[in-house]
């Protein structure tokens, strides 16, 4: 039991870790390069596919690498995992290098980017769970 918490929570801050890292590059090159030519909404809304495509390949290597049980929890809990991290480390990183509360950051997102950046952060928390049932399946 000891054993599969501790694999659960290093397979959680492992698949955090990927995803944030190729998040935190990704958005560097969208506000630098992308956003002065195309707005925000735009920028924002091009960035997700491809973040979707890391988050894909991110749990189906993380699940694999770590050969966690296929039980929903457990796939479920990764996921969790790496949400709350990604949450404190978005709002930790967004009130200090742009010095905003969390209040003002949410209420500045654009709607619609927001909504559909909202929705990622859902499919991050369950894709852990898809990705193990379409191995489980492919096999």
Not at 21 to 34: D, I, S
Not at 86 to 110: C, H, I, K, P, Q
Request: proline share 4%; no cysteine.
């Amino acid at each position: 039991m000891w054993q599969t918490t501790v694999q659960i929570l290093k397979a959680g801050a492992l698949y955090f870790a990927l995803v944030f890292g190729a998040g935190f590059v990704l958005g560097t090159v969208r506000t630098l390069w992308v956003v002065p030519r195309i707005g925000t909404r735009m920028a924002e809304l091009l960035e997700e596919p491809i973040m979707l495509v890391i988050i894909i390949l991110a749990a189906r290597w993380v699940v694999r690498r770590f050969a966690v049980s296929p039980k929903a929890s457990s796939l479920l809990s990764i996921g969790g995992i790496a949400l709350g991290l990604m949450l404190v480390a978005e709002f930790t990183f967004v009130a200090w290098l742009r010095g905003l509360s969390v209040r003002d950051y949410l209420a500045g997102r654009d709607p619609v980017a927001g909504t559909v950046y909202y929705a990622m952060l859902v499919l991050f928390a369950i894709v852990p769970l898809l990705a193990a049932r379409r191995s489980a399946g492919a096999t």
